[in-house]
T-cell receptor
Framework: RKEVEQDPGPFNVPEGATVAFNCTYS??????FFWYRQDCRKEPKLLMS???SGNEDGRFTAQLNRASQYISLLIRDSKLSDSATYLC????????????FGTGTRLAVRP | NAGVMQNPRHLVRRRGQEARLRCSPM?????VYWYRQLPEEGLKFMVY????????ESGMPKERFSAEFPKEGPSILRIQQVVRGDSAAYFC????????????FGSGTQLSVL
């Protein structure tokens, strides 16, 4: 079983739609969780950290469910510019631990 | 404040040649991570370095690959005797301290092996 798993998609949605992605992780010792965005094989860019209490940044909301070991990303009012691959990443959070990425979920927003 | 700088952006090598990829971390960052992304795949961790130390190389292939981060100068990922399967995007990321909270990535080096 992969350490971090995501549905590869693609998710094809119209502008204005609400779309949600899930990401499951297998290591219960994981401590820190992130969503990154990657455009067309460019470098990944941090979208948001994911906290136990959940967090929101504009149209984006991230949630963490430790009991079921998954994190989610909700995008409201989708824009064409949201089209990208969304990568979840986890780390055990201990000193020197690396980020482990999922393979990403592709989102295509159509006019 | 310049971000993570990688060069070259594109590197073409013939089978059997050597590839050297460079990464200069963000100012003030002393920790560097290398990741590889094969076509249609996710980012795979390769190695984590601190100045003059390799902290975690669990993702490095056993042969032909090496990495360093000297006291002065950029981090170098070196691939000897490249093969077609080495063709990939190689991303470097840096962070200010131990742990990988909020990694900042460079633009990557696209290696093509002919």
């Amino acid at each position: 079983r992969k350490e971090v798993e995501q549905d590869p998609g693609p998710f094809n949605v119209p502008e204005g739609a609400t779309v949600a992605f899930n990401c499951t992780y297998s290591n219960s010792a994981s401590q820190s969780f992130f969503w990154y965005r990657q455009d067309c094989r460019k470098e990944p860019k941090l979208l948001m950290s994911v906290y136990s209490s959940g967090n929101e940044d504009g149209r984006f909301t991230a949630q963490l469910n430790r009991a079921s070991q998954y994190i989610s990303l909700l995008i409201r009012d989708s824009k064409l510019s949201d089209s990208a691959t969304y990568l979840c990443a986890v780390t055990r959070g201990s000193s020197g631990d690396k980020l482990t990425f999922g393979t990403g979920t592709r989102l295509a927003v159509r006019p | 404040n310049a971000g993570v700088m990688q060069n070259p952006r594109h590197l073409v090598r013939r089978r059997g040649q050597e590839a050297r990829l460079r990464c200069s971390p963000m100012k003030g960052h002393s920790h560097v991570y290398w990741y590889r992304q094969l076509p249609e795949e996710g980012l795979k961790f390769m190695v984590y370095l601190q100045k003059e130390n390799i902290i975690d190389e669990s993702g490095m292939p056993k042969e032909r690959f090496s990495a360093e981060f000297p006291k002065e100068g950029p981090s170098i990922l070196r691939i000897q005797q490249v093969v077609r399967g080495d063709s990939a995007a190689y991303f470097c990321a840096s962070s200010p301290g131990r742990g990988s909270e909020k990694l900042f990535f460079g633009s990557g080096t696209q290696l093509s092996v002919l």
